[in-house]
């Protein structure tokens, strides 16, 4: 139970034949894709910085001593965006441990105190303020015009919604309201749900809190759960899962638009032609591929798919603690991926996750970049 | 190591800017180690240029330097053929990717080292076009391939990889850029014929005789219709006989047997016996038309071949291949056929083989002898054999997976691929892609004249010996 550490994943990692599959995007079709699918191997080109082939050259190196925390080994487990787009190339044993071993380095590294003072700073404003912004816990209420509670229905609104895309939980709770869903929202009380800290390696940061962050959720006595979030909705069920929190076996969690697919009955048509970008932490990592799509059908919208998509996805720059870490890597990719929407001749790009909304906007896309949500409220 | 990597690298950094530049030991790890059991070195530098001046201006400094320089584009050959045998420069040449032509009516394209066989593929599909696509992954070098005797598939009727050159260029040794076949002379890429073959230095030398920085190569249409026929054999006897019978044709595309052992997925590692009511071999071979007529012809020849063979007492007979595992063969280039996940899934990350061209009449002798060896070291006899250009050229080889955390297992792996090689050098067959454990088995055959005259080029093209030194063995 808990995280996997680098020693346990030694078999794993030794499944890794350095056949390079992961360097690109690729498939068969017909017609064939091909893309470059590694952000940080675009940038830096280097074999020791591309696809997942070079993170288990990393664990390798760590594992048998033939090479210390060299800068480059640092900057190269740092500079990942923890994306999957190796992952989802990989077709050997060690796939399924690709990601699990890159935030197992990066724990090694954070203990052997080679890591980005800036994810020292998340794990601080965590451990003090339930949030990696390092707001006041009050912050978090901002932008509810009231407290929400009561219903069968929990809201998990995630730090970077509440604090800072308040748009997106606005939208939510008039989408809700709109549906006649009465629900519940923690506010102050939510605490975070230890993303930033699990993607960075800061583990015992995040083992310190997520006992809680389950805690308060239990407290409510209502197990369906739901968030606008693709990155609470990948650890609420997948990290979450290796633990023995109480009560958690019980918690049911959805990301909205699983949870609203079968709900929403559009009054009007969207009428936009839109491209959807899939959240690495919600598609590739949480296989939730269609249910987006399946909305925006839905509400009218004519969905332009970009050639990578749905697995072949390319990141937008921001996870795996870049964007805090490393700001102009993360916009660098994000310019990529609007560069690649822009080409459909769209009118806005949606996506279904706060981060990735605040990632592609500051690449200043042409068009405007909408959570997923927002758009479902338009046609209410 | 007796030249200077402080001045080395500052000079690297003149040629090419800082960020190109590495010698951090991370950075090194990486780029000293492959598949292969061939044992981890590591360079001293890597280095990753974009342009053929800037080729030339390393390859100048490292003839005045004395510094070991190596080639890589993907890294992922499985004979060690990147890996610094006397450490030095590893030039990375994947920012080189671009496709700068492709001539739709001759059927030829032009590429760099960097271009992947996904990439290359993308882009012939859009004009309706194929290469020789190998089953190896696709993002794997399509020049690097063809210089090194690569194999395709889907093309084998009309040879190996090396055999759909059409012009090159090279930066020598000593920094000379030279264009050689019809580009060489008219600047026009399309074919290496009616002029002296000095291509031939550059082929199968492994990167110790210059740095291939364009290619042409031939390409084709894909065709309309296609069609996958297969059969198994009891035993590779039959099996052989039932090739040479129906590759005589030249009408298949591919045509390929496998062990019982490469046919399980992963392959058995351990060795695991093959059930007695299996067959032990099995053939896929890939037909293709323009017309439905064409192919029920192929068909035709094909029915045959194979009645001959029955009439005769062959155990060979129609055997119905799963849809996907048909699908497979033709679905090219493959993440799953072409990565390692077939071949060695589960088995602890190393893969090599004893990769030959060993005469088709000679593979029963070969396989019975090679299926001896490896069950005697408790590996699985996974052999496949193809024909290319009809019966001229005859593939086999093992594919072996081994466990890379046991010394104990890489060695066995090793000394088992060894053995093997000696059997079908005894038979006639020549490997392909060598490691040096191979061609130290070679020169001890080979004609002394021959050794000789490689020796020669390699001397006369490479006076300080620079390139990927001791790769060849000779020098
Ligand atoms: S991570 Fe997977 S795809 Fe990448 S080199 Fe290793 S085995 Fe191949
Ligand atoms: S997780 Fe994403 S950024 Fe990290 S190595 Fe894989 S593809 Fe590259």
Redesign the interface.
Known sequence: MGFKKLEEL??AV???????????A?????????APICPQGERF????YLGSR?KS??AK?ILTG???W????VN?LFTCNVCGGCEY?????FKPEILHTIEALRYEAVKAGRFPKEHGRIAENVLKYRNPYGEDPERKEDWADSKYEGGELLYFVGCTAALRRPEIPKAAAEVFKALGIEFTILGKDEVCCGSPLIRTGQWDAAEQIMGETIDRIVETGITDVVTTCAGCYKTLTRDYASFDFKGYDKLKFQHITQYLLDKINPSSSLGMKVTYHDPCHLGRQAEVYEEPREILRKIGAELIEMPRNRGNAYCCGAGGGVKGAFPDLALETSKKRVEEAESLGIEAIVTACPFCVRNLQDAEPSVPVYDIIELVRKTL | MSWDKERVYKKLVDILGDEWVSDDEFVRFAYSYDLSFVEPKMPDIVALPETVEEIQEILKMANEEKVPVVPFTAGTNIGGLCIPEKGGIILDLKRMNRIIEINEEMRYAVIEPGVSHAQLAEALYRKGLQFGWPVGPPSASVLACAINHGIGHLTGRYGLNSQMITSMEVVLPTGELVRLGSAGITGSWHALYPVPRLDGMFIGMLGTTGIVTKLGINVWAIPDYRDVLTVSAENIEDMTSYMIRWGRYEAADDLTAVSWWLAQIPIPYPYRPKPDDEPEWFSYSVISGYTEKELEAKREMWEMALREEQENGSSVKEYEYPEEAKRARTQLPSQIVGSTKNYAKSAGGGISWPGTFTPAPKWPEAFNRWKEIYIRRGLSPSVRVTLYRGTHYGMLRAMTPFDKRDPEKIRNAKEAIVEALQVALDVGGIPYKPPIEFLEEVYKRADPGYVELVKRVKDMLDPNNIMNPGKLLVR
């Not at chain 1, 060299?70 to 080994?73: A, C, G, N, S, Y």
């Open positions: 030694k078999d030794y499944m890794c034949t350095y056949c390079g599959t992961c360097k690109v690729y498939t068969y079709g017909p017609p064939p894709l091909f080109k280097f074999d020791a070079s050259a990393m190196a033939a090479t210390g060299t800068d480059t080994l190269s190339q990989c077709q050997t044993d």
